[in-house]
Nanobody
């Protein structure tokens, strides 16, 4: 399985970006999909997760109300719409797939990882 994340870039504080992550090699419609991020000098942290059918989502408190995770199983793709971006959102964002069908928040719960896409938010 390969997960290919895209959509990162440089944006001013208050702006928006939409990340995408497309999977190839395996159909992930029965997997929970999620996003994590790692800022310079910090550990990777959970951002958002969505259940296999899109019926349930879960967010880190730091992004709740600003980020929206969604998925298109027909396209084997997960998205992260990021609004009202803050400088502290600057990080490399990783998509991941979990064998759990409901949402998953721990690194060890995820079996497949994308390569990461850099998001930089300027003040």
């Amino acid at each position: 399985v390969q997960l290919q994340a895209s959509g990162g870039g440089l944006v001013q504080a208050g702006g928006s970006l939409r990340l995408s992550c497309a999977a190839s090699g395996r159909i992930l419609s029965s997997y929970a999909l999620g996003w994590f991020r790692q800022a310079p000098g910090k550990e990777r942290e959970f951002v958002a997760s969505i259940a296999w059918n899109g019926g349930s989502t879960y967010y880190a408190d730091s992004v709740k109300g600003r980020f929206i995770i969604s998925r298109d199983n027909a396209k084997n793709t997960v998205y992260l719409q990021m609004n009202s971006l803050k400088p502290e959102d600057t990080a490399v964002y990783y998509c991941a797939a979990s064998r759990f069908t409901g949402w998953a928040t721990k690194n060890y719960e995820h079996d497949y990882w994308g390569q990461g896409t850099l998001v930089t938010v300027s003040s």
